[in-house]
């Protein structure tokens, strides 16, 4: 545990009490159980799948907060809706994402629009030769 700065130690009964310390016992504990909780997947990563190294940094619900923080704001003054209305506001934030272009890319929002719903060369052709026409273009 971490002591205050300036503390000098006092023979060898120093540092047993808790206002010597800079964490509380709460502080203490929780530390000790996010630094577990991040030891476990970061020696899988390693040891399992082989990752060179792990950006622990990225161990957190921040993309989920921001998630649901956007279906929020997407109700109005409905902050709290239905399934029913998030399964539908989930589906169009999904479309959403598909449309909206990607800062500095070079295409614009609505020549995506116009690309998802050309549905022209879908109709045109069976499902066999649409994965044919694609696996030819992958290869």
Request: contains cysteine; proline residues 4%; charged residues 25%.
């Amino acid at each position: 545990m971490l002591r205050k700065e300036g503390k000098k130690p006092r023979g060898k009964t120093a540092y047993q009490t808790q206002e010597d310390y800079i964490f509380s016992d709460s502080t203490d504990i929780g530390l000790i159980v996010s630094l577990k909780a991040a030891k476990e997947p970061t020696e899988f990563l390693i040891k399992n799948c082989k990752f060179k190294y792990v950006m622990t940094a990225r161990f957190n619900q921040d993309a989920l907060e921001r998630f649901f923080g956007l279906v929020r704001q997407s109700c109005g003054g409905n902050t709290h809706p239905e399934p029913r209305v998030f399964a539908q506001l989930f589906r169009l934030l999904s479309i959403y994402a598909l449309v909206k272009p990607v800062r500095g890319s070079n295409i614009t929002g609505g020549e995506m629009i116009n690309t998802l719903l050309n549905l022209k060369d879908l109709n045109s052709c069976s499902k066999q030769e649409r994965k044919e026409a694609l696996s030819k273009k992958l290869c």
